[in-house]
């Protein structure tokens, strides 16, 4: 008799919350879905990701171009920003929050960011297996969940063992870019990729400089008005060897 499978292996690092949505949100999923959503096949949970799907930037994307992935892209200002103004680029927007990803489509639809695709997904999951290996020119997490209670630290997304999983997604010499508004949770990152072998930091001192492609969104000036510092990093994947 097979063993019965686990759930999961780790704690995810998030939190399922579909809500309400607007008529308008219900009618994203609707029309746009198909354009911008991925039909990703599904393993042991809905925001699981089967371990042999496999994205194919090619065939998604009509081309081949320059693939940034936002894990963690809430209502979608950043990556829809980014994807509207860089069209020779692609994006993909990680998100298990339906009202975010049903508002990323409805923004992305007026922006006409044809260059951005969109999947319902565990974001290690879509980093350890949906990706090909080495496909990303570029990984951000924005202000992700700091789960800030002591307690909850360790459904934190970037801890000890986090490098591994995002350097695999990463081609030699592409960039992971992070934010957050958390103090320990920034010491944190930064204490995990620096011990990191496979990434190198791209900045002096102890924080990167802002990141220019980052724009400013509500949920980071809420952050400011708490009187939050806002910190960011950015390192390199080293070259394989």
């Known amino acids: 008799m097979p063993e019965p499978r686990t759930f999961r292996d780790e704690p995810v690092s998030f939190v399922r919350r579909s809500g309400r949505m607007s008529d308008a ?3 994203a999923f609707a029309e746009l879905a198909p354009r911008y ?14 371990p042999d799907a496999r994205l194919d930037p090619l065939a998604e994307y009509g081309r081949r171009a320059d693939l940034i992935v936002e894990i963690g892209s809430g209502q979608g200002h950043a990556i829809v920003a ?3 103004s860089r069209p020779h680029d692609d994006f993909l927007a990680v998100e298990v929050f339906r009202a975010g990803l049903a508002r990323t ?7 006409g960011a044809r260059n951005l695709r969109l999947v319902e997904a565990n974001a290690p999951e879509v980093l350890a ?13 924005f202000f992700p969940d700091p789960w800030h209670k002591k307690r909850h630290t360790k459904r934190r997304l970037v801890r000890e063992g986090f490098g591994t999983t995002a350097a695999r997604a990463l081609r030699d010499g592409g960039v992971l870019r992070l934010a957050t508004d958390w103090e320990d949770y920034a010491l944190q990152m930064r204490d995990v990729l620096d011990a990191d072998p496979l990434f190198e930091r791209t900045f002096d ?3 990167a400089e802002r990141f220019d492609g980052r724009v400013m969104t509500a949920f980071e000036r809420k952050g400011i008005a708490k009187g939050r510092d806002i910190r960011d990093l950015a390192y390199r994947r080293v070259a394989r060897t």
């Not at 489509?105 to 922006?111: G, I, K, P, V």
């Open 205 to 207: 001192g102890e924080w």
């Open 82 to 84: 980014a994807a509207s």
């Open 25 to 27: 949100q219900e009618r």
């Open 37 to 50: 959503l991925l039909d990703v096949p599904r393993d042991v949970a809905w925001t699981s990701v089967h």
């Open 129 to 141: 297996s949906f990706l090909p290996e080495a496909a990303a020119a570029e990984v951000w997490i």
């Open 105 to 111: 489509m409805l923004d992305a639809e007026r922006a």
